[in-house]
């Protein structure tokens, strides 16, 4: 065997490690279900527009407060 050679039976004997490892993780996630999914999303939805909605307000008193001075 030359040095090449062990080199890719390392690198493919290291990837097939990993995706075994990553599938065996992957087998451990807590994946949502569609009622989980649902709330969660919005929840998401609800709190951008809320956020938004206060940078807009602050956005809007600013602008009028620099109208008025310049």
Request: hydrophobic letters at 50%; aromatic letters at 12%.
């Amino acid at each position: 065997m030359t040095v090449k050679q062990t080199e890719k039976q390392g690198f493919w004997a290291r990837t097939k490690k990993f995706l075994r490892a990553s599938l065996n993780e992957l087998k451990k996630v807590h994946w949502s279900n569609k009622k989980e999914l649902t709330t969660y999303s919005i929840v998401v939805v609800v709190s951008v527009l809320f956020v938004s909605g206060i940078i807009w307000v602050f956005d809007s008193v600013l602008s009028l407060i620099m109208g008025f001075i310049i």
